[in-house]
């Protein structure tokens, strides 16, 4: 079945560090791929999608490209700030044996993010 | 902005106890998903329900799990008879339509221990 593959955790990095969190996919089809952050003590945010071979997603300074070739969407950013210490989500979208999205998470990367 | 929203955030309970975990998804969301995140594992599916039905579920959504809308607002899961290894994050989504463009919004999640 689809699975994600993303770095373990956690990745700590200084304020102003270039980023990069891994995340590769093996799936059937053309499936739609996320960033979703999750925030201590809230819920899943989507950060940036893609839903193509060659789309860019960008949100917030974070940018993940779909590339087909290497079954890959690897997140970055150029200057990481304390407030973007999360955990980080890679997940993608399976149209389920119904029609309906499910999607299929990787495990998570925690960022720390120090000052 | 409208949210996901979930009761309670921590439940502890006894083992073969029954617990219901409740989701308040947003207002004009018509698809509705559970999934739950085992401690340092990933975020798995659990089951998705629309027009009152479920459409999918996982292989880990035996008996002993069922989803229901009761009034139009909550969508509950309940376990009937709780185990050891239900111990995990329950997190509810939900989503305008099915498709796989759409994101989901998730809400905060329950801790569920089961002793």
């Known amino acids: 079945g689809d699975s994600v593959t993303q770095m373990e955790g956690p990745v700590t990095l200084s304020e102003e560090a270039f980023l990069t969190i891994n995340c590769t996919y093996t799936?059937?089809?053309?499936?739609?791929l996320f960033w979703y952050v999750q925030y201590p003590g809230e819920g899943l945010q989507l950060l940036l999608k893609?839903?193509?071979?060659?789309d860019k997603g960008s949100n917030k300074g974070f940018e993940a490209t779909y590339r087909k070739e290497t079954t890959s969407f690897h997140l970055e950013k150029g200057s990481v700030q304390v407030s973007d210490s999360a955990v980080y989500f890679c997940?993608?979208?399976?149209?389920?044996?119904?029609?309906?999205?499910?999607?299929?998470f990787g495990t998570g990367t925690r960022l720390l993010v120090s000052p | 902005e409208p949210e996901v929203t979930q009761t309670p955030s921590h439940q502890v309970t006894q083992m073969g106890q029954e617990v219901i975990l409740r989701c308040v998804p947003i207002?004009?969301?018509?698809?509705f998903y559970w999934y739950r995140q085992i401690l340092g594992q990933k975020v798995e599916f659990l089951v998705s329900f629309y027009n009152n039905e479920i459409s999918e579920k996982s292989e880990i959504f035996d008996d002993q799990f069922s989803v229901e809308r009761p009034d139009g607002s909550n969508f509950t899961l309940k376990i009937r008879s709780t185990k050891l290894e239900d111990s995990a994050m329950y997190f509810c989504a939900s989503t305008v339509q099915g498709s796989s463009y759409n994101e989901q919004f998730f809400g905060p999640g329950t801790r569920l221990t089961v002793l």
């Open positions: 799936a059937t089809g053309y499936p739609s």
């Open positions: 997940a993608l979208s399976d149209r389920g044996n119904t029609g309906f999205q499910k999607l299929v």
């Open positions: 207002s004009n969301h018509l698809y």
């Open positions: 893609a839903t193509k071979a060659d």
